[in-house]
């Protein structure tokens, strides 16, 4: 299957940063052949981003939102918000949610679900901890994260997810998991739920142009989840390029 590159921006720059980010990823001419891309911008951004890609086939994603249509929620980004924006992708369960943003299990799940009504592909992220990590568990953990986001869900519609394996201790680290460590993981991943057989599951945590390919080499991994090194148009341009070299490979 083709890899999957997502970009996920974080809190980095305003509608104008955006902009000007998209015009210079379309003048180097990313390959849409080497792989599929998304780009999560903060939610300010959407709208400009989504104009500024207008028929490049280049994703739309967000990095968050509430499961609720509407309602007395202050701060929050409905789902039929999003779709209004054009977004169709969705981050949901990111490790600094759930570290900073008060997201569990519990609320991935019901976004899971929400995601799914209006038609947004939801992104799943799970993660070990450093310690969780060092002592063994991190199959564990991310089978019982997974299992949490997708109960209740029948195999049809976990099968139109994306998963994303994102130890926390790599990141914005500089540190990443071996390629075959975290194939490992992710087959784990796979075999946790019926419906994921089929889905890309991305591996996320300090992946670089220089070594996406390694990943997307592996069995189990159908792309990425890039922060820092999405951030830069030749970086992100770089990442969809050597991403297809990995399947070619
Ligand atoms: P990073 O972030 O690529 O900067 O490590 C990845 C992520 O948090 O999705």
Redesign the pocket.
Known sequence: MKPLV?A?W?MHKTPADAVRFVHELLALRPDPEQADAVICPPFVALSAVGDALGDVPIGLGAQQMHWADSGAFTGQISPPMLVACRVRWV?IG???CRAYSGETDASVNRKVGAALAHGLTPII?VGETLEEHAAGAAHDRVVAQIRAAFAGYTPAEVARSVV?Y?PIW?????KVDTPPGADATMGAIRAAVDGLQSVRILY?????PDNIAAFVRQQHIGG???????LEPVSFAALIGNAGKGVAA
Do not use: P
């Open positions: 997502v996920n974080k981050i990111h490790s600094e992220a994303a994102e790599a990141i914005g680290t500089g996320g945590g300090s992946v670089k990425a989840l890039v922060g820092g090194a999405s």
